[in-house]
């Protein structure tokens, strides 16, 4: 039986959660979008702790790098050090295009990088890239 992904956008601008948001539903994806604001947020929902019903599996997780509480390269970090999230799908979802950036994020194994300088076009790329592994659902 095939489940239907969730996906959890960890980001705290508005504005780019709601471009990522009608990015997504502008190509067809229907799938149920879950939003943190911050990574203690985003793992309290990931672990179901701090009065949060974890995030069932399946999920896809677009981590934003730059936030504040607690940045996306320390969520990711916890992440990949937790037994139960290590293999979670991860993309990162960043306005930088630092070199740094992505070799520091790439050493923890994401699944790509999102720009959002070209979020339609790295968002379409990504979302085609996983469409033969995981349920991802287009009207």
């Known amino acids: 039986m095939t489940q239907i992904v969730s ?11 709601e471009i990522m948001k009608q990015t997504l539903s502008t190509m067809g994806v229907s799938n149920p979008l879950i939003r943190a604001k911050n990574g203690i947020e985003a793992l309290n929902l990931l672990r ?7 995030l069932s599996k399946p999920y896809l997780i677009f981590l934003d790098l730059n ?4 940045g996306g390269m320390d969520v990711l970090k916890e ?3 937790d037994k139960d999230l290590e293999n979670s799908t991860v993309f990162i979802f960043t306005s930088s295009e630092s ?3 992505i070799l520091n994020a790439d050493k923890y194994n994401v699944a790509g990088f999102i720009l959002k300088s070209d979020i339609e076009g790295s ?3 990504a ?13």
Do not use: K, N, Y
């Open 7 to 17: 996906l959890l956008i960890i980001e705290d601008d508005d504005f780019d959660f």
């Open 48 to 54: 179901g702790e701090d009065g949060h019903a974890a």
């Open 67 to 70: 936030m504040p509480r607690m």
């Open 79 to 81: 992440i990949r050090a």
């Open 99 to 101: 070199d740094e950036d």
């Open 123 to 125: 968002l379409r790329e």
């Open 127 to 139: 979302v085609q890239s996983l469409g033969f592994s995981w349920c991802i659902v287009a009207d």
